[in-house]
């Protein structure tokens, strides 16, 4: 019942007032419940570098923007067959590894174009034109020794694919897997180009396949490989090499004189992403002049994209080396060959 106060106005009864607390309280409680649940959300980014890059990426990202960011190192081809489970895979964002593995995942409808918010600091060359992928950094593909382990074997530093052929290094070099590494696609892709076809090449992988101890997962596997002693000479994107190079175990970056190949690291929004903006807002911090500063502050050495950011003269190709493929070339082509490779060489 309500009563009247002496004004004549009515009095809420204590049920009424009880009721109003209780509402007032679970909206309270929902809300917090909300804010709990929001702040244990993250964004999910498969990442294609080294790990601790991409620990460093994801944590500048989330100190500039608050966003947690969840992190799982995946080879780029991995990364690949992951996305390729759409829907039923939590990935916003895919970063890192050569693009012409991301070439391929938005002609499969993999990618969510996103125009990012600096793109013009970023060569036409090193993005897709739609805005599927953009270029953050380079790597050029070389040798990497151990020039004291070659030298107890009678053999020069490489300086031409052939002299990978050697019978004196079998099972001395390592080499990343085609079928699992974007590295090891480049590294096909610059045999089909520099013998002027998909059977010569296969030809040439059979015969280095007889001096290969090992082919790794990813492609900066190797050049750990040659750090801890396992190998002579790896095939690798020479930044590797050059962020394994120690006194204990000095490393020599050279490369084939007939030419050699280069990717374009990449990243991208997943088109299966649950935080689009969020996995927006993270592929404008990795195109940015931040986001590509962050492998000099991790002592990751990288080639950027940007013009403004420094570039490692480590890195750098010799002027009398000329570039035969980079990871933007005729994706489709390698992809045949890589699949020949996983059938004709490495069955």
């Given at each position: 019942m309500r009563g009247r106060r002496g004004d004549g106005r009515r009095v809420p009864a204590p049920r009424a007032i009880l009721a109003a607390v209780v509402c007032a309280a679970l909206l309270v409680w929902s809300g917090t419940e909300v804010v709990r649940e929001h702040r244990r959300e993250s964004l999910s980014v498969l990442c294609s570098s080294v790990e601790g890059l991409c620990r460093g990426w994801a944590a500048e990202f989330t100190r500039r923007t608050g966003i947690p960011v969840s992190t799982v190192r995946l080879s780029s081809r991995e990364a690949l067959a992951r996305l390729e489970h759409g829907a039923a895979v939590d990935v916003d964002v895919?970063?890192?590894?050569?693009?012409?593995?991301?070439a391929l995942a938005a002609r499969r409808g993999l990618l969510s174009p996103h125009a990012t918010a600096d793109s013009v600091a970023i060569p036409a060359a090193d993005r897709d034109p739609g805005g599927a992928w953009t270029g953050v950094y380079r790597g050029n593909l070389g040798f990497c020794s151990d020039a004291k382990a070659l030298a107890d074997l009678g053999v020069a530093p490489?300086?031409?694919?052939?002299?990978?052929?050697?019978?004196?290094?079998?099972?001395?070099?390592?080499t990343p897997d085609p079928v699992t590494s974007g590295t090891g696609t480049t590294m096909v892709g610059v045999q089909v180009r520099r013998l002027?076809?998909?059977?010569?090449?296969?030809?040439?992988?059979?015969?280095?396949?007889?001096?290969?101890?090992?082919?790794?997962?990813?492609?900066?596997?190797p050049a750990g490989a040659v750090a801890r002693g396992e190998v002579a000479?790896?095939?690798?994107f020479t930044q590797h090499c050059v962020r394994l190079d120690s006194a204990h175990r000095p490393l020599l970056v050279t490369y084939p004189r007939e030419g050699t190949g280069a990717e374009v690291g990449a990243v991208a929004r997943s088109a299966s992403s649950r935080?689009?903006?969020?996995?927006?807002?993270?592929?404008?911090?990795?195109?940015s002049r931040a986001g590509q500063e962050v492998g000099r502050a991790?002592?990751?050495?990288?080639?950027?994209?940007?013009?403004?950011?420094?570039?490692?003269?480590r890195l750098l190709l010799p002027a009398d080396v000329r570039l035969l493929v980079t990871s933007t070339n005729d994706a489709a082509g390698t992809?045949?060959?890589?699949?020949?490779?996983?059938?004709?060489?490495r069955p």
């Amino acid at each position: 019942m309500r009563g009247r106060r002496g004004d004549g106005r009515r009095v809420p009864a204590p049920r009424a007032i009880l009721a109003a607390v209780v509402c007032a309280a679970l909206l309270v409680w929902s809300g917090t419940e909300v804010v709990r649940e929001h702040r244990r959300e993250s964004l999910s980014v498969l990442c294609s570098s080294v790990e601790g890059l991409c620990r460093g990426w994801a944590a500048e990202f989330t100190r500039r923007t608050g966003i947690p960011v969840s992190t799982v190192r995946l080879s780029s081809r991995e990364a690949l067959a992951r996305l390729e489970h759409g829907a039923a895979v939590d990935v916003d964002v895919w970063h890192g590894g050569p693009a012409e593995l991301y070439a391929l995942a938005a002609r499969r409808g993999l990618l969510s174009p996103h125009a990012t918010a600096d793109s013009v600091a970023i060569p036409a060359a090193d993005r897709d034109p739609g805005g599927a992928w953009t270029g953050v950094y380079r790597g050029n593909l070389g040798f990497c020794s151990d020039a004291k382990a070659l030298a107890d074997l009678g053999v020069a530093p490489p300086r031409s694919w052939d002299d990978l052929l050697d019978p004196r290094l079998a099972g001395r070099v390592s080499t990343p897997d085609p079928v699992t590494s974007g590295t090891g696609t480049t590294m096909v892709g610059v045999q089909v180009r520099r013998l002027g076809g998909p059977a010569p090449a296969l030809a040439w992988l059979r015969r280095l396949d007889r001096n290969v101890l090992q082919y790794t997962r990813s492609g900066m596997a190797p050049a750990g490989a040659v750090a801890r002693g396992e190998v002579a000479v790896a095939v690798t994107f020479t930044q590797h090499c050059v962020r394994l190079d120690s006194a204990h175990r000095p490393l020599l970056v050279t490369y084939p004189r007939e030419g050699t190949g280069a990717e374009v690291g990449a990243v991208a929004r997943s088109a299966s992403s649950r935080h689009p903006e969020w996995a927006a807002a993270y592929v404008d911090f990795a195109t940015s002049r931040a986001g590509q500063e962050v492998g000099r502050a991790v002592q990751v050495p990288q080639l950027p994209t940007r013009s403004d950011v420094h570039a490692d003269p480590r890195l750098l190709l010799p002027a009398d080396v000329r570039l035969l493929v980079t990871s933007t070339n005729d994706a489709a082509g390698t992809e045949a060959v890589v699949a020949r490779f996983a059938t004709e060489v490495r069955p």
